[in-house]
């Protein structure tokens, strides 16, 4: 089974992702993560990945991210399926996604979309810390650490991340809002969108899509 799990920020695409990765055995692509990756990479792509994501708080241009999917696509075992976090976000991904699938004998599936009122995604990305150590994602509301904003494994107070401050969130929603609500309607129109309550807790909206994909 291949798919595409959609939702502005914070709406728990890569919690569900990753619960998903764990029941159904599916390889992984998380666009955000890959693309923190590379901008550790002390290489050309690295620095202007760097600086779209973190600097301007805009999203990456496509020319660059159609290069990272194309070379993980190539090295990664997709014969248990995928899931695709955080890419595709605007329709051109989506096209260049599904010919590149078609190319390998796969489709899409599925487009899941994690639906949550604005007001609900700011408390959430303010309420969002990472550990700088280890990288393990914390949400003081819904996902909050043992330790007061200490990570659970290394002990390390947590930081906010780069991205997550009130301009560049401003900012990030707005472009959700132009160009990957357009994707939305089009997977909806494809017949392919399973649209899901992203406000109930990380378990009810994990039964709510597995109930849906039992279905395929
Ligand atoms: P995320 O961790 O999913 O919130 O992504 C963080 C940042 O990574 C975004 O604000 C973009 O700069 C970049 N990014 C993630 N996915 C994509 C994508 N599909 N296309 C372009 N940029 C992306």
């Not at 890959?34 to 779209?52: A, F, P, V």
């Not at 890419?87 to 639906?115: H, M, N, S, W």
């Not at 303010?126 to 002990?155: G, H, M, V």
Request: charged letters at 35%; a positive charge.
């Amino acid at each position: 089974m291949n798919l595409i799990i959609v939702g502005p920020q914070a709406s728990g695409k890569g919690t569900q992702a990753k619960l998903l990765v764990q029941k159904l055995g599916l390889a992984y692509f998380e666009a955000g993560d890959i693309l923190r990756e590379k901008t550790k990479e002390n290489s050309l792509i690295g620095k202007e990945i760097d600086l779209w994501m973190n600097q301007k708080g805009k999203l990456v241009p496509d020319k660059i991210m159609v290069q990272v999917v194309a070379e993980w696509l190539d090295r990664t075992d997709l014969s248990k399926g995928v899931i695709f976090d955080g890419f595709p976000r605007v329709v051109d991904q989506y096209l260049f996604l599904r010919d590149l699938l078609k190319k390998k004998g796969l489709r899409i599936d599925r487009a899941i979309y994690l639906k949550i009122s604005r007001s609900i995604c700011w408390k959430r990305l303010r309420a969002r810390r990472i550990c700088p150590k280890c990288d393990r994602e914390f949400n003081l509301i819904t996902r909050p650490p043992k330790t007061d904003e200490l990570c659970d494994d290394c002990q390390v107070g947590l930081v906010q991340r780069q991205d997550d401050t009130p301009e560049l969130i401003k900012r990030r929603l707005k472009t959700y809002e132009e160009v990957t609500k357009p994707l939305v309607t089009l997977v909806s129109k494809e017949g392919i969108l399973v649209e899901i309550d992203g406000e109930k807790t990380v378990e009810k909206v994990q039964q709510d899509i597995l109930k849906h994909l039992k279905k395929i």
